[in-house]
């Protein structure tokens, strides 16, 4: 992560997003946040003089998640459901998909 930063700072970014796809490591278990991940990576950016945009990690629910609501994925033209693993698998009109993603 340091190299990477490393290059960042030499490239002249100065403004980064994080956490759009990442639920799953904030939330690994339901109910149970832990963003000492994001701590960390935000405060190395910001040594650098990076700025961070934190994003919201709805693009990407968790597999948990999709465990317990499997009603949550997308259907096909067959109304096959969508695989988990990919972005934008939710159907956007799930009641639960978005009272999850108000937490």
């Known amino acids: 992560m340091d190299q990477d ?53 709805t693009a990407t629910p968790p597999a948990w998640l999709i465990d317990k609501y499997p009603d949550i994925l997308q259907r096909d033209e067959n109304l096959m459901p969508r695989s988990f693993g990919g972005r934008r698998i939710y159907c956007y009109n799930s009641k639960i998909y978005r009272e999850y993603t108000k937490r």
Request: charged share 30%.
């Open 5 to 57: 930063i490393d290059r960042m700072v030499d490239m002249g970014v100065e403004v980064v997003r994080i956490g759009e796809f990442a639920w799953h490591i904030m939330e690994k278990e339901e109910g149970q946040y832990d963003f000492s991940f994001f701590d960390m990576v935000i405060e190395k950016l910001k040594q650098r003089g990076i700025k961070v945009i934190f994003g919201t990690p």
